[in-house]
């Protein structure tokens, strides 16, 4: 290694040398000299033509040496140049090819990536259609089945001493899904099979056909995450994780404000509901009576900030309204997503970082089809949550924006926010399906749940079991 650099540096400084001498000037010097020593030799010679032939081959030869000495300089001089470009070139090196190796694996990997969550995100918007176009079909048959029955109603006079006629000659079998009886009246002739008597049916509930079940099972002791993923279940999934989640914990809020007597100094007041009352509507999926309640003690809370004595009393009581007014529209946005959307306003007003209600009010923009006002504030949630104390919130948000980014084109940035999201609720486990055992008690809770709705409503409140109250 040092022989070859010793090599070089000769090299170098004999390129170098070389290139300083002023051959012009030399051969000029050397040229003179020798004229003039062959003048003052020959200046006794007659014969001059002789003198003039001989210096002019001199004088060829100096010329040619002449030609030959530039021809050498200008060899080394682009050999040096050449080597100053060959040192440039050295400097894409080995790691630089290495770098640019790994820089196009990890192209290939992220199009990958891309091709593999846009599949996924392809499989949930048809998923997502085939659950609009199930709830066309329901609407459909609903429509139908009501113009059959006004054809029906037309009918039935003309058809009623037929029916009487062959309701005599026949016998029903009653099938109990559950037990696997069969209960029969004996008749001797033709036996019939009324569809009513098939009493299972899994149908599509929509969130406001669970809310009993929602009540019941927190009677019952539940925590929100199981509650979440049956209802998930029942409802075949149509509604959103963060639909389902925020509606169990509104009926827990409110069962809670209930217990602990926020309605007492509204009883005095004229028409104003019982809680008991309230709750058994909202088990049959009315809210109504509920968010009368509310909006009332709502109405109360600001008129006591009106008149506070210190801006934290006052700070205090608008944080307050703002969590009623969250409780307030997960209620109403079970049937009136416009109601549901000026409460959840009315909740960021008085608390503007109250993450919830803009992860809400951006869910209900969505569903209301004002895209730009949703994109707007799922982003403000992005931007304002912070990951580890409102991950739901976040997760919500890149899922909603993952569809939208999607359908701009931009499926890469698209894909990392639905498999950030995906990965949270698969945390979650609230898409998981039930199993067996979890299925038939569920099943029986539906079963029962009506008819113990009076005493899960007293334990519930927390008073004694057989208080009276009536449900009008």
């Known amino acids: 290694m040092y022989f070859v650099n010793g090599l070089k540096m000769m090299y170098e400084q004999f390129i170098t040398k070389i290139s300083s001498i002023d051959f012009n000037s030399m051969i000029t010097k050397y040229a003179g000299m020798l004229s003039d020593f062959i003048n003052n030799y020959l200046s006794g010679v007659d014969n001059l033509r ?9 004088a060829t030869i100096m010329f040619l040496f002449l030609v030959i000495i530039v021809f050498v300089k200008s060899f080394f001089s682009s050999l040096k140049s050449n080597k100053t470009s060959s040192s440039e070139d050295d400097i894409f090196d080995e790691e630089d090819a290495k770098e640019l190796d790994r820089i196009i694996e990890d192209q290939e990997k992220e ?22 176009k199930k709830e066309r079909k329901i609407k459909d048959n609903e429509e139908k089945k009501k113009k059959e029955k006004e054809e029906e109603k037309e009918k039935e006079e003309q058809k009623e001493d037929v029916v009487r006629q062959q309701k005599s000659r026949s016998r029903e079998i009653d099938l109990d899904w559950k037990k696997g009886n069969q209960q029969s009246q004996q008749n001797d002739d033709v036996i019939t099979l009324n569809p009513e008597n098939l009493s299972y049916h899994q149908t599509n509930l929509g969130l406001n056909e669970l809310t009993g079940l929602i009540i019941d099972m927190i009677a019952r002791g539940v925590d929100d995450l199981k509650i979440a993923q049956t209802i998930m279940y029942r409802n075949h999934y149509a509604s959103s994780e963060e639909d389902v989640l925020q509606l169990v914990e509104a009926i827990k809020e409110f069962v809670s404000i209930c217990r602990n007597g926020y309605f007492e100094d509204l009883k005095n007041q004229k028409d104003i509901p ?14 109504s009576l509920a968010l009368f309640m509310l909006e009332k003690l709502m109405d109360s809370n600001i008129d ?14 608008y944080g307050e309204i703002s969590t009623h007014a969250l409780v307030f529209g997960n209620l109403a946005a079970i049937n009136d997503i416009h109601l549901a959307t000026g409460s959840f306003e ?24 004002t895209s730009n006002k949703a994109i707007w504030a799922y982003q403000k949630i992005l931007d304002m949550a912070d990951e580890e104390i409102n991950p739901r919130e976040v997760a919500n948000a890149q899922k909603n924006l993952s569809q939208h980014l999607y359908a701009q084109g931009n499926s890469l940035q698209a894909a990392k926010l639905y498999n950030n999201s995906k990965q949270y ?19 029986i809770i539906e079963n029962n749940h009506r008819d113990e709705i009076s005493f899960t409503i007293q334990k519930l409140l927390g008073r004694e079991a057989g208080t009276g109250f009536s449900f009008d």
């Open 50 to 58: 002789m003198i003039a032939t001989i210096l002019m081959i001199i």
């Open 274 to 287: 019982s809680e008991e009352q309230a709750l058994y509507h909202l088990s049959e999926g009315d809210p």
């Open 425 to 443: 609720y698969d945390s979650l486990g609230i898409n998981r399906r039930l199993d067996k055992q979890e299925l038939e008690i569920i099943s």
């Open 111 to 132: 199009i990958e990536l891309e091709k593999e969550l846009q599949k996924e995100l392809e499989m949930a918007q048809a998923g997502r259609e085939r659950s609009q």
């Open 346 to 369: 009315l909740a960021i007003e008085l608390e503007p970082h109250n993450i919830s209600a803009w992860s809400r009010l951006a869910d209900m923009y969505a569903k209301a089809e």
């Open 304 to 317: 006591m900030a009106g008149t506070a004595s210190s801006e934290t009393k006052k700070e205090a009581l």
